[in-house]
Structures are given as structure tokens and as C-alpha cells.
């Protein structure tokens, strides 16, 4: 696969440190000579610039005369409050702020694909991959310290003798989550690029604009549905009536 500039520089600079990083935890890279994809290279510069976003609005927080930026994250916020509230509800305080970076960061890759010489990296497989699982773990950690040990109980069924088959019915419905989390969020994505792309090589003006209006419809979309499906799993994982 064709390296992106920036992947460029960061395998020049930084290749041979990940590399044996790699190495180290077991992991061989196809193409040892340039360890780093694009898709990682894509993460770490929405990292570092959703980074200096929050610096940026922590800078300039005021309660007298708010900026546009932080009119912006309070807008954000306000939004993810109100959607886990409704879903979560009266508990729903503690998950905002991982809900919020949540979303950040997923809306941040799906767009940053619009930028020429870019590429969106939730359009490859390993990136939703990662969200789905880090998702997965989060609400399964926050269920047990809602509910302790009787967060299990959830898993075996309000019939005690029906637990034998509840148990794996159950356990299979939440590794199928991690599975449905990555697939709808990767194929929506690596289609809007494909669709783009495609056009672009095809008609450089005038209709390819129709398309990247569409790539960012779905950006906002496939975002709101990752959020929202976060917010269901929570809700059920963290409710007292397991």
C-alpha cells in the first residue's frame, strides 16, 4: 500500500523504534522497513491534533466570555449528556466524558479522510476494531463496579433454571457486539472512501462535491450510532435490577 506523507515521516523518523517495540511484544510487521500503516499514522495525527484542540479550549475556558471553541465543546457535551440521559438515565454523569472522547475521536477519523493527501482511518478494519473493544471492556468494568459480583447474575437470566442456556446465549450476544460495533462503523466508512475516490478519478469537479457531502453525513452518523450503541450497553450493564 501506497505510504501517505506523513506515514512517510513518521516510518523515517520514528520506524526503526517501532520496530523494535514490535518486536519486543511479539509482533512482526509485514513490512518491517516501514512498521507503520497509514491507519496508525492517521490515529496518532488525530491524536496529536484533537490534543491541541483541548489544549486550545482549556486555554481560553472563561465564564464571562466564552470562545468559539469552548461554545463548541460545551455544544458537544451538552449533546452526549442529553443522548445518555435519556438512554443511561439518572446515573449517567460518570460516562460523559468517556462517551464524549469517544465521539471526538471517531468523528475526527471519519473526517480527516476529507483532507487531500489523508485518509480516513476508520475505514480500515483495525481501527473500529480497536474502539469496538475498548467500548467492550468500558462497560463491562463499569458494570461490575455498579454492581459488583452480581453483574455476572445478568448473564445467567431471570430463571435460575434456564441459566445453562442463558449463559452462553448471553456470553455469545456480547462477543457479537465487538463484531457488530467493527463492521458497521468500517464498512460504512471504507465505502464513503471508495465512493470518493472513485469519483474523484473520474470527475476531479462539480460532482464529487455531492460525495464528499455524503462522506460527511455518514462521518456524523456512523459517530452517533457508536455513541448511542455505547450509551445502550452501558445502560444495561450499569442498571441495579440485574
Known amino acids: 500500500m501506497e505510504q501517505l506523507a506523513f506515514t512517510e515521516f513518521l516510518n523515517h523518523h520514528f520506524g526503526e523504534l517501532a520496530l523494535r517495540l514490535l518486536t519486543l511484544v511479539g509482533v512482526h510487521p509485514k513490512h518491517p522497513t516501514t512498521p507503520i500503516s497509514n491507519s496508525v499514522a492517521m490515529e496518532l495525527l488525530v491524536f496529536l491534533l484533537l490534543t491541541l484542540f483541548f489544549i486550545a479550549v482549556r486555554l481560553r475556558l472563561s465564564v464571562d466570555r466564552p470562545g ?54 476508520t475505514a480500515v478494519p483495525i481501527v473500529p476494531l480497536g474502539c469496538a473493544l475498548v467500548t467492550w471492556f468500558y462497560y463491562h468494568i463499569q458494570g461490575l463496579r455498579a454492581n459488583g459480583l452480581g453483574y455476572f447474575k445478568h448473564f445467567a437470566g431471570p430463571v435460575w433454571w434456564l441459566a445453562p442456556l442463558m449463559v452462553p446465549i448471553e456470553i455469545f450476544s456480547h462477543l457479537a457486539r465487538v463484531l457488530s460495533l467493527t463492521i458497521r462503523l468500517f464498512a460504512n466508512m471504507f465505502a464513503g472512501e471508495m465512493v470518493t475516490m472513485v469519483f474523484f478519478s473520474l470527475i476531479p469537479l462539480g460532482v464529487p462535491i455531492i460525495f464528499q457531502g455524503l462522506h460527511i453525513g455518514v462521518a456524523f452518523i456512523q459517530t452517533y450510532i457508536f455513541v448511542l450503541l455505547a450509551c445502550v450497553y452501558l445502560g444495561e450493564a450499569t442498571a441495579h435490577d440485574h
Open 68 to 121: 468559539a471553541l469552548q461554545h463548541v465543546m460545551e455544544g458537544i457535551e451538552g449533546f452526549v449528556a442529553d443522548l445518555g440521559k435519556e438512554i443511561i438515565g439518572h446515573n449517567y454523569q460518570p460516562y460523559v466524558g468517556y462517551l464524549v472522547t469517544l465521539g471526538v475521536f471517531i468523528l475526527s477519523c471519519n473526517l480527516i479522510g476529507l483532507i487531500p493527501g489523508l485518509e480516513s482511518p
